[in-house]
């Protein structure tokens, strides 16, 4: 067994591994879906972070996500949600219940396996038992559970591997239905068993070796001792012939490592890029597969021992891979071996470096014989919770408390508009919840082109509500026009952003356009609630008409067009 003095700096070393490399590889990664494509995704591997930013939303409801410096990715969030929910006394309770639901209010570039998941226990329904989604889930083998399972590897450092594949087995079916993950993250997780009780060298062809010789994870009976019987029982409902595929992914495995041990053994002259192509690392179709990622890990951790940084470089600098799952299982994997010092700067750099090492510690702790339990279960998350709390998020918040789904205390750090197309408005909240950062954004479609017609016309049947406000009774001079709209954001968005008039800010929840005309933001307030028409003149009619996205003008010298709460505008060219 590792030496105790050792475990906690191990530890340290397998969640900063995992999350340096999560944080180096994901702007590589082939989802990325980074901005400038293959240009700014391929670059020189280069020990150091960078800033990038990515398209989010999906079709209808894309905005850009900025991504600062040694930002991880939902591969480090849902290890640290995994290390939370150890914490509680019923820790699968805890994460199907609290932890996975909870994801979907911050997770940055999880999955569609996991994210799915998430969304049917926010319903209260285990996947499995969904009748929508269960055929889906039973082929997710996916590498989303071996990406998050490190913390029970730290748990069960001075248990026998059995206990720990059971667990890790019991884990992952919360998310993923396929053997090809389950078996994966197995096999991942004794391989981290083994460097973490290993002295201070690894012998070329060591680990592979281990996970081999280990037959834990190659039993389906020890492997699926704490599943659900409800979980077998709708597995082979789905599919009568589950146990012949549960060993064809276990035989797949054993080919794997096999293959990572023959090469390793050849020492430097081994071919790492044929390697993970024979792997089917490079290859789109398969490279997520829980079974190709863990041995892909397994080969560049052997093959890198003596030399960690150069490992974790190649995986997360590698073309057309899954950069971010599978450099951060390669740098645990590292950081089980080394520990924590071999990531020199980048150890602070990462986000939330010192939130990780508490993780680290806590976990480390309660591998031998802590057990205080720190998150209470009771606290359970669901859709509607974490719809009522975004709802309570407003813009222009500022710093403050606000108190999550999971009853934890948060800290709001900022708040502001993020960069979208033309008929979505997203904003961003930045909340520090104990030392670990939640980005969680929103979005609202705009009104598009297309629809402003109907929206106007049913609207045009509602009793105007608009108010004339501030006459002169002396002599009947007009001052203004007070207009009631829901969210005053996008009004001064677009009216100043877009159309160049100018807008002043009066209190939280007024604000005047041009001098003239007047929004108030109220409760209630519905689209295209007025009947009028509003008429602007702005010096660069071609220009506003491509920012609102009109297309091509009729007319040089006007357009008509709908503000983002309703309203009819009629835009002139400037009268020189």
Known sequence: MALIQSLTSRSRGILLGAAVGDALGWPQEQNSNIIGGNHNRYIDATQEFRSWARYCGGRYRTYIDPVSEGSYSDDTQLILATGRSLQSKDWFTALTHRELPLLLLYSRGAGGATLHACQTWAMGIEPWLSERRKKAYFQAGGNGVA????????????RPPEELVSRVVQDGVATHGHPRALVGAAAYAVALHALINTGSTLEFGELPARVKADKSWQSPEALLTNVPSTWKNAAFEQNPNFMS??????NEMVKLISQVEDVVQNGTRGDDLGTLRRFGVFDKTKNGAGTITASAAMYLASRNAPRPMSGLLRSAFAKNADTDTLASMTGALLGALHGPDWLAELHNQVQDS???????DDLAARSLGANDSIADTINFVDKNSIQHFKEQLKVGHGEGSV?????????LLSDFKLESRRDVYAHRWVVDVGGQTLIIDKTKRLVSSGAKDRTYLNASRQMSS??????DSGDGKFISLT????????IADFYYEILGIPVQRIGSRELIVDQTVKFQEISGATYGMSKLAL???VSDIVAVARRVGHGPLMSSNSFNWTDPAGHTLHIRSTRR
């Open 245 to 250: 595929d549960w060993n064809d992914a276990t």
């Open 483 to 490: 207009l009631p709209v829901n969210d005053l954001n996008p």
């Open 403 to 411: 108190r999550l789904p999971d009853m934890r205390q948060g800290h």
């Open 147 to 158: 990406m998050r399972i490190a913390p029970h590897v730290i748990m069960h450092v001075a």
């Open 354 to 360: 010192k939130y990780i090492e508490w993780m680290a």
């Open 535 to 537: 008429e602007f003149e």
């Open 466 to 471: 608009t108010q004339l406000t501030d006459r």
